[in-house]
């Protein structure tokens, strides 16, 4: 069975990779096929410039994510079968720790190396990338701060869930998994309810919408949708980033409505509660229940699964380590997953443009269907998002339909 799973792995991580890239190239190559040319249906609103700077952002993108694939397929393979994760648990064993401590500093140690390897695409997808298309707003003072926030609160909240995470997997006996997974459902659901007032303003600015019109318009909207929230607020998201957005957050009394104070500068007030009413379509049709419905399910599954697999020795050493235990499973169950699990993609994708079909078509009923075309458009082209995905590519990863389907549809609505 050892050398099986090596087989295995190693034929799944290839497989993957080489799809990831393979569709990564079909992107770029459609895209520069009509780059010269903006689509018909775009004709009359976005220029040939503005389709072009969209297509080059796009590529640069592309490419960057590229490099970032076969680095991450590196990482992991040196990791697993090169051995490192092994000298690292062994490390940890030197230094005298034992126990729950060396099971929490072995997979912290793990986040910082990965977060050390991640750095360099995220400066440079950061501080080129968006700088070169104008897209970029933070200083490197900024990114400073927020990579330290993130990882002090990591620390402050990973690191007691994590331990909790192992604590239940020693203790729990032969069905740990179920245990884990009834603490993550409840973690999770605990973090969706704080993160708008406790962790969103540890990193942006939340005011008051203040356009007193603009707050009648859409508070009329609200009325009719029947939806409540904890009040409208505008992020300053112009510190970080040009592109434009709008969302709501949290739930029961802590849903809130957020706004991009960049997304208010580009459109016009009947544009932005066409936005907003496709966002209450994903409420009205419990998308977001939904998801997290499937999402529960596939944790389910997946440490089930983990949960039949950790005393199987052929299990860690089919993956490079000799070392068997809670936090050497975590791991290696984490780190070997995606690679089975990539060619799953187009099901979740699907299942997330049908969702945003539906929030078209609701807000289409509570608005009128040419705002909504009307901000999109000027969204698509404000961000440099592409008019002209690869069909597959799109198909693998994009969670929103193609801009040229999107409108269509809209406008037969």
């Known amino acids: 069975m050892t050398a099986a799973l090596t087989t295995l792995f190693l034929a799944a991580l290839a497989l993957t990779t080489s799809m990831r890239l393979w569709l990564a190239r079909r992107h770029v190559r459609h895209i520069a096929a009509h780059r010269d040319a903006v689509p018909k249906a775009f004709r009359e609103a976005i220029a040939l ?23 991450g397929s590196i990482f992991v393979l040196a990791l697993t079968l090169g051995g490192l994760l092994q000298a ?22 793990l986040a910082v190396l990965s977060s050390v390897v991640d750095l360099p695409f995220s400066l440079y997808r950061t501080f080129v990338i968006e700088a070169r298309f104008g897209f970029n707003k933070m200083t490197l003072r900024l990114f400073l701060v927020d990579l330290a926030k993130g990882a002090l ?3 402050l909240i990973g690191l007691p869930v994590l331990a909790a995470v192992l604590w239940l997997m020693e203790r729990m006996g032969d069905y740990w998994w179920l ?5 993550w459902l409840g973690f999770n659901l605990l973090a969706l309810l704080i993160y708008p007032t406790v962790i969103a303003p540890l990193f942006n600015k939340f005011t008051p919408l203040a356009d007193a019109p603009l707050k009648e318009r859409i508070e009329s909207l609200l009325a009719r949708c029947g939806f409540r929230s904890s009040g409208l607020f505008v992020m ?26 960049t997304l208010l500068e580009k459109l016009a007030p009947a544009e932005i509660e066409a936005v907003l009413a496709h966002e209450l379509g994903h409420y009205k049709h419990r998308h977001v229940w939904k998801r997290i419905g499937l999402l529960a399910l596939a944790s389910f599954a997946f440490l089930w699964l983990l949960g039949h697999l950790i005393d199987a020795p052929w299990f860690y050493e089919g993956l490079g380590m000799r070392s068997q235990g809670t936090a050497p499973a975590l791991v290696l169950f984490s780190l070997a997953i995606p690679a089975f699990t990539f060619p799953l993609s187009p099901l979740m994708s699907a299942l997330s443009r049908r969702h945003e079909y539906e929030a078209d078509a609701y807000a289409a009923e509570q608005t009128r269907a040419g705002d909504l075309v009307a901000a999109l ?21 994009d969670s929103h339909p193609p801009a040229a389907a999107r409108i269509a549809r809209l406008q037969s609505a």
């Open 49 to 71: 410039e503005a389709h072009q700077r969209a297509a080059d952002y796009t590529t640069a993108r592309a490419r960057l994510a590229m490099a970032d694939v076969v680095t």
């Open 88 to 109: 690292m648990h062994d490390g940890w064993t030197t230094l005298g720790l034992g126990g729950l401590a060396h099971g929490l500093a072995f997979i912290a140690g």
């Open 153 to 155: 609160l990591g620390a």
């Open 179 to 183: 245990y884990v997974w009834l603490f």
């Open 236 to 261: 300053d998201g112009s510190k970080r980033s040009a592109h434009g957005n709008a969302y709501f957050t949290g739930f029961g009394r802590a849903k809130r409505i957020v706004f991009f104070d």
């Open 377 to 397: 458009v000027k969204l698509y082209r404000d961000n440099a998002a592409t008019l002209t995905p690869d069909p597959l590519y799109s198909t693998f990863y």
